[in-house]
């Protein structure tokens, strides 16, 4: 599992062979270390109906940075609507699991 998590921005766009998506508690604990990590916030405000900008304080840069994080991470591009309608931390949480979903099943 963990070679499929690795971070390479080079293959984001390239397909993807017979992969094994996490499940949601570990989608939730990889997003959660991003934050924690590279955004430097408290485990404790990471709760499925945490506000980004209200609760967590992060920014529309942030925000971009968050997304990149993400892409890199998962490699998959986050298209620019899913991306504007993320406000919360569940959000997040399901717009990956579907992506990672959706990419397995294509690869079916």
Known sequence: MEDYLK???SRIDKPLKSISIP??????AILNRILEEDFE?????????ASLRDDLDLDSL???DL????????????????AR????????YESVDRH?????E???
């Open 7 to 9: 971070t390479d921005a």
């Open 23 to 28: 499940g949601r508690e570990e989608i939730i």
């Open 41 to 49: 916030i408290d485990s404790a405000l990471l709760k499925p109906e």
């Open 62 to 64: 942030d925000g971009v």
């Open 67 to 82: 997304v990149v994080a993400i892409e890199k991470k998962f490699r998959f591009r986050v298209d620019e609507e899913d």
């Open 85 to 92: 309608s993320i406000r919360t931390l569940n959000d997040i």
């Open 100 to 104: 990672l979903r959706q990419i397995a």
């Open 106 to 108: 294509e690869q079916s």
